[in-house]
């Protein structure tokens, strides 16, 4: 809080401005699911994690249950959870397939979800069951306000 106040009035001083967060950052290309995954897809792929918004709330991640590869995934439905030392929170997945890859890395070092939620903190990549799916998930905006929406009700 102090660095805060300290870069607000060097920022005052020097007459810049500065943008304080209001809520979480949101990556314009992926998809977002209301339960706070997101989805990057490419092809008949898709990476899964868990979005800036879900992190900033659990705070520091300190396990990912991951699901097994060759395991089928359902859209809505749990795949795994992310314990953090505030709470434990089942994963949804926002498409429907087959895994075929996790970040294993995320067994040595969970907080790459905190670190890195949309780059290396990424959770599985899924060969899609059906690519119709993807249109039933916000976009960008859709999940800022949303975000926004939801925040304000807290």
Request: net charge negative; hydrophobic share 35%; proline share 3%.
């Amino acid at each position: 809080m102090a660095s805060r106040l300290w870069v607000s009035k060097v920022a005052s001083h020097l007459k810049l401005s500065i943008a304080h967060r209001g809520f979480a950052s949101v990556v314009k290309d992926l998809k977002y699911c209301d339960s706070h995954e997101w989805v990057k897809v490419d092809g008949g792929s898709a990476t899964v994690g868990i979005t800036d918004h879900a992190q900033d709330h659990l705070g520091d991640v300190v396990y990912v249950e991951l699901p097994e590869v060759g395991a089928t995934v359902t859209q809505g439905k749990s795949f795994g959870a992310v314990e953090s030392v505030k709470a434990t929170s089942d994963i949804n997945s926002p498409v429907s397939g087959k895994v075929v890859e996790v970040n294993e890395e995320l067994n040595n070092s969970p907080g790459l979800v905190n670190a890195s939620p949309y780059k290396d903190g990424w959770i599985m990549k899924v060969e899609i069951g059906n690519s119709g799916e993807v249109s039933s998930l916000m976009d960008s905006d859709q999940y800022s306000k949303f975000c926004e929406e939801e925040d304000s009700k807290h």
